[in-house]
């Protein structure tokens, strides 16, 4: 009888310590959420039918985005996100944590150890890292780092990789994602757009007497078919979904669409209707290439309710720089891409977490492009690893509806490149305050972003105890990263920190 109690005891604390052990186990064995970085190139912060100003406004009313609608309308809008203003520092920002000034990859690469800088008057670009990110230490005029899905991939992500790449210049290791982190990669390379979005044309710039290098690459199977490049990513990124849940692993998908970057050529499933509605053939291209943009969000989130995983999956949709300058101004914005002004940096931002965000919230704090690094490394649980991002910051708690101050924290900007289209420039947010230095002549502009939106009134002089206070941030910034500067021809030597001429 003792013995039968005794074996009792045992089979108890045996039941009782497994109970407790697979209690414990399936805690910390939750399921990772899928992550799906939609990602548009050269979009607009106007360029949708969702009004990211506090008024409708004419670009809302003539684009038609009704799954942007959608996931705003489940998720949380964010109207004071910013990218840089130009696509290649925002893609290295976001796969490292870094900013620009930090990682020197501040103008968009394409050729090994070739600058796309053009010549001034004045100035001399820097040797920035014309070769964009590498797999690989020690390369010449380049960033090495871990990357984003290095480190996802690290915790048990499949991470896949569709569409633009522009991490690394022709010839080097970081112009192909698989050396980057990815396992899979469909359609991306060195060059930063597409030779063509139509598939009639092999996606090829040849047709035209284009360079080669711009040819879109692994997509043979739609060559000489009527497949618009945005439809041909859409249906190669849900078949890699559907791969990644047979193998019922938790993926990333960095959904990094070419469009609506030039060549601007018409999407026929949607072009009709905007000509009809009395847009020139211009206008009528680029409403087409965004609303085909916008379907491909739809048909990636109808397969994930397919799939029976929306409800485990965040999608997160961003812009990589502001419209480009033959685009309808995104008014009230000032400028375009390339540019210090609003129209070049601030952009798109909505996130859908289920469970997590609130539905149609609304979230004013100001977040950046490097952001997204920690964040996504916090959504996938790899808190020591956010926690050694150098400049970017999760914004997780503020998806949890946590609130933040907008005004604690600085944001910059680093641009000593120079282009056509812009001459260099530094510039800072703080608050509803900005500062923008411009590199050439020294020039201190001000802005207060709450009362001149569309950056008309510089404030210097008149504010000028606030125009110092943010020129010394922005100054100490550059010098504790050590940032370029450009070379003045007159002096031979660089100029100054914004800090500097205020001594």
């Not at 520092?89 to 690469?109: D, F, I």
């Not at 960095?254 to 847009?279: N, T, V």
Request: hydrophobic fraction near 35%.
């Amino acid at each position: 009888m003792k013995m039968r109690h005794g074996y009792l005891w045992i089979l108890t604390g045996l039941i009782v310590f497994g109970c407790g052990k697979v209690k414990k186990n399936k805690a910390h064995a939750a399921p990772l959420p899928n992550i799906v970085f939609f990602f548009v190139d050269d979009m607009g912060w106007q360029d949708t039918s969702v009004p990211f100003h506090t008024e409708l406004t004419p670009l809302n009313r003539r684009y038609h985005t009704p799954n942007m609608e959608q996931l705003a309308k489940e998720g949380m809008k964010f109207p004071q996100a910013y990218a840089s203003a130009v696509c290649s520092p925002s893609r290295v920002s976001l796969m490292t944590g870094m900013n620009a000034a930090r990682h020197r990859v501040t103008n968009w690469t394409l050729f090994k150890d070739d600058s796309r800088d053009t010549e001034h008057a004045k100035l001399i670009p820097p040797q920035w890292n014309v070769n964009g990110l590498t797999a690989e230490k020690g390369q010449n005029r380049a960033i090495y780092s871990r990357t984003l899905p290095q480190l996802l991939k690290k915790a048990g992500y499949k991470t896949i990789h569709v569409g633009k790449a522009h991490f690394g210049a022709k010839d080097t290791s970081g112009e192909d994602p698989l050396n980057l982190g990815f396992d899979v990669n469909i359609a991306g390379h060195a060059a930063g757009g597409p030779g063509s979005y139509l598939g009639k044309y092999n996606f090829s710039a040849q047709w035209r007497g284009g360079m080669p290098v711009w040819d879109v690459p692994g997509l043979d199977k739609y060559h000489g078919t009527d497949t618009y490049l945005t439809e041909a990513l859409t249906i190669e990124a849900n078949k890699a979904i559907d791969q990644a849940v047979r193998e019922g692993k938790p993926f990333y998908l960095y959904m990094s669409h070419y469009a609506i970057h030039a060549p601007w050529e018409k999407d026929e499933h949607f072009y009709r209707k905007y000509r009809d509605a009395g847009l020139n053939e211009f206008d009528a291209t680029y409403a087409a290439m965004i609303e085909g943009m916008d379907k491909s969000l739809g048909d990636i989130r109808a397969n994930l309710k397919r799939l029976g995983v929306e409800d485990t999956t965040i999608i997160v949709f961003m812009s990589d720089n502001g419209s480009p300058k033959p685009a309808p101004r995104n008014l009230p914005l000032r400028g375009f891409k390339k540019t210090p002004y609003e129209g070049g940096s601030r952009v798109p931002l909505l996130v859908q977490w289920p469970g997590v965000t609130k539905a149609g919230s609304v979230n004013d704090a100001h977040v950046l492009i490097e952001d997204i690094f920690p964040t996504f490394l916090e959504m996938a649980r790899l808190r020591d690893e956010m926690k050694k991002s150098k400049d970017g910051i999760s914004f997780v708690p503020m998806l949890k509806g946590k609130k933040t101050n907008p005004d604690s924290r600085p944001l910059y900007w680093h641009c000593p490149n120079i282009s056509p289209d812009n001459e260099p420039f530094s510039s800072i947010r703080k608050g509803p305050w900005k500062l923008i230095y411009h590199h050439v002549d020294g020039k201190m502009e001000l802005f207060n972003l709450e009362q001149d939106i569309g950056e008309t009134r510089s404030l210097f002089e008149a504010q000028k105890d606030k125009g110092h206070e943010l020129a010394t941030l922005l100054s100490d910034y550059l010098v504790s990263v050590n940032a370029q500067m450009p070379m003045d021809k007159a002096t031979g030597k660089p100029v100054q920190y914004p800090g500097e001429l205020l001594k």
